[in-house]
């Protein structure tokens, strides 16, 4: 057993864990947050993604010891009084369906424009392409990020379009 | 899914990522009731599920033998099947075989068409199947055209493979269906060298001729299918693109433009002709209002996230005037949902949207009289507008739905049943058929063989549309859906039966990088036999895309001699093709 204290959420949290205990199963099982999902077996679908230290990770691919010290968010911690402003990207440009690969989308998200603040469709359609959606076909989670890239810089975002 | 038996109770409940949790009760109680599982001690909940798109319909092994367990040890347990074994063991769609014949005029008016199919169903099969219809609905083969002789038939073959048959995201074998008829018209026009948008155009089944009785059968409900492909050929431009085709032709240069005008078969189903294991394909909603005003609706269906909640609280808001806020919608529990089938086979808006819809029509009637009975006038002097009864010519006396509603809680009439709540069990007296023209714009890079889809402009016909947000995204998804096979997504066999791509490394679900931005429209062709006119619209993309694709890589290499290339259509097939046709040299 290693003991580890990971910031979860802004929260420190001290546990005992084996080291061969991956992070997604530390969140989703020790710490019972399971907004974070898994969707593979292989580091392909993205659904496990989580930011450490304000990078986005496949947590399905990171030990729970390699997380000791480090800060960990995921989506239950977005929030801060009211939506973040991919998460309402997502409410009104119909950014999900199902639902399960949309943490993991919203978490590469925040990173992606974190770096690139001002992404192009090309820049946003390579930018998450390590996560899969099986719902929506893409086009309005692009629509989304490019919402909340506007509301981020402090625009005023009119409500979607009505469409065709 | 999770069981959890109570042996004190003998009562089971089971948490489950279910499409269809009644049946699944039903099933359960069926096989397993001589042994104690007795139907009202069985709670099926689905919650979030997740997608479903057909996979979460039947029945599995892991299912019974969790169930099993639980009930020897009298404790939860919990199955969880992991993305290799889902894709390793889970049932399969598709892997049709089908070889068609086309007969048509030399000037391409079309004759006949005969289709046969060897279907592999693996092990057993898998499909939760209409009784009556053991190959689904592939008989909508004969598709969107108007001829009078087709004879199909088919031949299911076991194999050593998981269970096959899944009706993934189509209503059973509608995607093979289309897929065959939509290539042969392809394969016609190049045949004849005739256009093939004028052939479809010149072979449609005539707005006037509905409702159309196919050949093989089905009561084809309303279409118009010429102005949904013109409008889809206007917006891409279809003219200028065969030109510029033309002119890249002689630069050696590979562009290719595919067509794909489908009808769809969805809506199971009318009780005359649809069951599963016996059991009707109707639908079911349960309205209850509120002595405020203010409703739960319940329903036999359960929405894996095409947005039930948002639809029917809309359906009922438009027939009874309470704010669709003001309507909670709930699913996916039997102990308290009416009886259903579940949603799968775009059969949701058809079958539970119109049981919404007469249930609140009943609940209308109801608030009809109770308005007569305070505003002191007979029910004929009563005129209706959306939240209000008001009596003709004297508009200032009127009642609020609202009102209404806290009158049969607060002031019935005497003689009347008290409360607010309506349940309508929708018995659909047809089938519904959804339509559409998809064209797909794509360009092959000669040396490696990759594919670019350009451009996709669907323009797809579901009836009266409800929420076209929520259609719309229904149709982005479907779209790659349909690109899944149409290019990627196969399960790979070798000689001995070994899968060989069984995990996400190598079984190839499209990204938002292979994924074009697709381009949507619709035209609007009510359901005549539909409350509200709706004819569902799930399936119809993941059904028209793949033809479409497939049309327009073929087409992209027709002057070279190719007339066919089965999906999916990788660029390894198509550079083979090139090297064999001399375009290019293997190194
Ligand atoms: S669970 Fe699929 S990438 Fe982590
Ligand atoms: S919304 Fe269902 S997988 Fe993305």
């Known amino acids: 057993m290693a003991n580890i204290t990971v910031h979860i959420n802004g929260v420190a949290q001290t546990l005992d864990v084996e080291p061969r205990l991956l992070l997604v199963h530390l969140i989703r099982e020790n710490l019972n947050l399971t907004g974070t999902h898994i969707g593979c077996d292989t580091s392909s679908c993205g659904a496990c993604t989580v930011l450490m230290d304000g990078r986005s990770v496949k947590s399905c691919t990171v030990y729970a010891v390699q997380a000791n010290g480090k800060e960990i968010m995921t989506i239950e911690g977005l929030a801060q009084g009211g939506l973040h402003p991919l998460q309402e990207g997502f409410k009104e440009e119909h950014g999900l369906q199902c639902g399960f690969c949309t943490p993991g989308m919203i978490m590469r998200c925040v990173d992606l424009l974190e770096r690139n603040p001002n992404p192009t469709e090309d820049e946003i359609r390579w930018g998450i392409s390590g996560n899969l959606c099986r719902c929506t076909g893409y086009n309005n989670i692009v629509k989304a990020v490019e919402y909340a890239a506007k509301k981020m810089q402090g625009a005023e975002v009119p409500a979607a379009e009505t469409v065709a | ?587």
């Not at chain 2, 026009?189 to 948008?197: P, T, V």
């Not at chain 2, 010149?202 to 010429?226: A, M, R, T, V």
């Not at chain 2, 519904?432 to 797909?440: A, D, N």
């Not at chain 2, 073929?554 to 999916?568: E, K, Q, R």
């Open chain 2, 1 to 587: 899914m999770s069981p959890d038996f109570d042996p004190i109770e003998a009562h089971l409940t089971m948490y489950m990522t279910t499409q269809a949790p009644h049946a699944i009760r039903t099933v359960i109680a069926l096989v397993a009731g001589h042994v104690g599982l007795s139907e009202e001690k069985i709670r099926v909940i689905a919650s979030d599920i997740g997608g479903g798109f057909g996979g979460k319909v039947p029945v599995y092994p892991g299912y019974v033998i969790a169930i099993a367990a639980s009930v020897l040890i009298g404790k939860p347990v919990k199955w969880i099947e992991d993305r290799m074994e889902n894709l390793q063991a889970d049932s399969f769609a598709r892997d049709y075989d089908m070889t068609c014949e086309l007969a048509a005029t030399k000037d391409g008016k079309i004759q006949g068409l005969r289709i046969k199919t060897l279907a592999d169903h693996g092990y057993t099969d898998a499909a939760a199947n209409p009784s009556k219809y053991p190959a689904g609905m592939f008989s909508i083969c004969t598709g969107s055209y108007d001829y009078g002789v087709a004879f199909t038939e088919m031949d299911a073959v076991y194999t050593n493979k998981p269970p096959g048959g899944v009706a993934y995201r189509c209503s059973f074998r509608v995607t093979e269906a289309v897929h065959a008829i939509e290539r042969m018209v392809d394969r016609l026009a190049l045949e004849i060298g005739k256009d093939s948008a004028q052939l479809r155009m010149e072979n449609f089944i005539k707005k006037e001729q509905f409702p159309y009785h196919s050949p093989l059968g089905w009561e084809y409900d309303s279409g118009d299918y010429g102005p949904a492909l013109q409008k889809a050929m206007d917006i891409i431009g279809y003219d200028e693109l065969r030109k510029e085709q033309a002119e890249k032709r002689k630069n050696g240069e590979l562009m290719g433009i595919g067509i794909c005008s489908f009808t769809e078969v969805v809506g199971a189903g009318p009780s005359k002709d649809f069951d599963i294991l016996g059991i009707k394909m109707f639908d079911s909603a349960e309205i209850r209002v509120h002595p405020t005003g203010k409703a739960i609706a319940r329903f036999g269906t359960k929405s894996q996230g095409q947005g039930h909640e948002t639809t029917y609280a809309q359906i009922i808001a438009q027939e009874l005037g309470i704010p669709d806020e003001h309507i909670h919608i709930e699913e996916g529990d039997t102990d308290t949902a009416p009886y259903g089938l579940g949603t799968y086979a775009s059969r949701s808006t058809p079958t539970a949207g119109a049981a919404a819809a007469v249930a609140a029509r009943k609940l209308r009637d109801k608030a009809r009289k109770i308005a007569a009975y305070l505003l002191e006038v007979s029910e004929e002097d009563l005129e209706w507008e959306v939240g209000k009864f008001f009596v003709k010519g004297a508009p200032e006396k009127s009642k609020t739905i609202q009102e209404l509603v806290f009158a049969a809680y607060t002031n019935h009439p005497q003689g009347m049943e008290a409360g607010f709540e309506a349940t309508h069990y929708y018995d659909p007296p047809n089938l519904t058929f959804p339509f559409g023209s998809y064209i797909c714009v794509v360009d092959i890079d000669k040396e490696t063989g990759s594919i670019k889809i350009r451009r996709f402009v669907a323009i797809d016909d579901c009836g009266t549309i409800i929420n076209p947000m929520i259609v719309q995204g229904q149709i982005h998804g479907g779209l790659t859906q349909g690109l899944a096979p149409a290019m990627f997504e196969e399960l790979i066999y070798d000689e001995d039966g070994n899968m060989l791509n069984g995990s996400f490394m190598d079984y190839l679900v499209p990204t938002s990088v292979e994924s074009p931005k697709w381009e949507t429209g619709h035209t609007i062709t009510p359901c005549p036999h539909h409350p509200i006119g709706a004819k569902g619209v799930g399936e119809s993309p993941t059904v028209g895309a793949p033809p479409a694709i497939a049309n327009a890589i073929i087409d992209a290499l027709s002057h070279l001699g190719v007339t066919h290339i089965d999906i999916p259509i990788t660029p390894l097939k198509v550079w083979n093709i090139l090297v064999e046709k001399g375009v290019i040299e293997a190194v």
